[in-house]
């Protein structure tokens, strides 16, 4: 049975990948930092024999010596880092804990392979975010990085640490640059849970607009469990490499607003300009959304599209879920939840 390490377990894509592993017959095992309330996260949502089967190392990804010391009794076939200060806005607020997580968190995971062992086969989540300002569209392995955050920039540097590492040390270290991939487990900050979480409870006849930034950003949105499977793909590949995984198509923030509100037969027109547009109910007269500048960013990256033919070839990958897919699936989770 082969035993694999994901460290950020708790968050999105470790509730995805957990359920992948478990369900190929891997003794999976999760890196949890504590907090006060002990909470599992992500992880509350599978179900008791999953739970059962899952044994979690209590540390936090910047401590060298519990990483170390998981590393080196572990003796994993397969690590998957996961851990970050995932969240683009916040890392504007907060660049010195989001460089602490993101660069040494995976230099401490990368640095106990090569030390303690070395057979380990490692997996990190780097990002579309490395293209930022980008380059050439749609992008791929080969296009130039222009990070615009410094979520970004830190990525940026997880990336080069494990390359480095694989060449310099000739070790197993793959990395995974991930387009955004959303679901109903999807932190709540994030605009596309956002967006369902404000449908829904005006679907259900509640009067809260929903304040949002930037309309016009254009993401390549994918459902996080094709993903989640990907990057294990990654992994059982024959040697290490880095890989593209997206859709290759890509839509507005606007367009993810009209769409959640066509999930739930609601209509919505668009008033007026800049940071004095709302979009409305035809209907009612309703204001169903309203732009708040809190949550425009420094530096945004305006649009983004990957191209996943590397994968698709060599891997086999490719997405499962279209764009309407995913909106439905999301507000559709939120109007059970609520
Ligand atoms: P997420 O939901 O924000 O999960 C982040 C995880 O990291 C959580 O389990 C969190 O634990 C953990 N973590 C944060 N700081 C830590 C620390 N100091 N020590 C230990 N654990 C720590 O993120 P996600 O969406 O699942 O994404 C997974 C990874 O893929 C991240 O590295 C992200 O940057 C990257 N990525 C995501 C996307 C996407 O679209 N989702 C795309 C490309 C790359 P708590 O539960 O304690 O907060
Ligand atoms: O923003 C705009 C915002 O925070 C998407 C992370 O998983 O994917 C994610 O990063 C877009 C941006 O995701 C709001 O300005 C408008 O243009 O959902 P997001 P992100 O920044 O793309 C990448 C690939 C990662 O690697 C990251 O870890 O939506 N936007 N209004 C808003 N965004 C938020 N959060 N909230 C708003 O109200």
């Known amino acids: ?16 990948l957990s359920r992948w592993l478990l369900g190929v017959g891997y003794d999976v095992h999760g890196f949890i930092r504590r907090n006060s309330a002990a909470s599992l996260g992500n992880l509350h949502a599978l179900n008791q024999d999953e739970l059962d089967r ?8 910047t401590d060298h010596t519990i990483v170390d010391t998981v590393v080196r009794e572990g003796q994993f076939d397969e690590v998957y880092h996961l851990a970050a ?27 106990a392979i090569k030390e303690y062992s070395k057979h380990t086969r490692f997996y990190f989540a780097a990002t579309s975010e490395l293209y ?18 410094p979520y970004g920039v830190s990525k940026l540097a997880g990336f080069w640490t494990v390359k480095n590492y694989r060449e310099a040390y000739q070790l197993f270290m793959s990395n995974g640059i991930l387009f955004n991939h959303e679901s109903e487990h999807r932190g ?49 590949h024959g040697f290490a490499d880095d890989f593209v995984l997206a ?45 708040d500048p809190q949550y425009f960013r420094p530096a945004e ?22 764009f309407p897919e995913l909106v439905k699936r999301m507000v559709e989770a939120e109007m059970e939840r609520s």
């Open 85 to 111: 200060q995932s969240f683009v806005s916040a890392s504007f607020t907060n660049p010195s804990l989001t460089y602490k997580t993101n660069i040494e968190g995976t230099l401490n995971f990368v640095n």
């Open 188 to 236: 709540k900050e994030f605009v596309t849970r956002k967006i369902a979480q404000a449908v829904a409870h005006l679907a259900k006849g509640g009067t809260e607009p929903l304040l949002i930034g930037n309309l016009e950003a254009k993401r390549d949105w994918g459902f996080a469990g094709d993903y989640a499977k990907g990057m294990w793909m990654i992994l059982q």
């Open 247 to 291: 859709t290759g198509e890509n839509h507005s923030v606007r367009e993810f607003v009209t769409e959640a509100f066509r999930v739930v037969q609601m209509e919505i027109v668009w008033q007026g300009e800049g940071t004095q547009e709302i979009g409305v109910n035809p209907k009612t007269g309703n204001t169903l959304v309203a732009i």
């Open 1 to 16: 049975m082969k035993k694999a390490l994901i460290t950020g377990i708790t968050g999105q894509d470790g509730f995805f």
């Open 54 to 61: 899952l044994t979690i190392h209590w540390g936090d990804v």
């Open 132 to 149: 930022g300002k980008v380059q050439q569209t749609p992008q791929d392995e080969r296009t130039p990085f222009y990070p615009r955050s």
């Open 301 to 322: 990256v305006d649009t983004i599209l990957g191209n996943y033919t590397k994968a698709k070839t060599l891997l086999g990958w490719h997405p499962s879920v279209t």
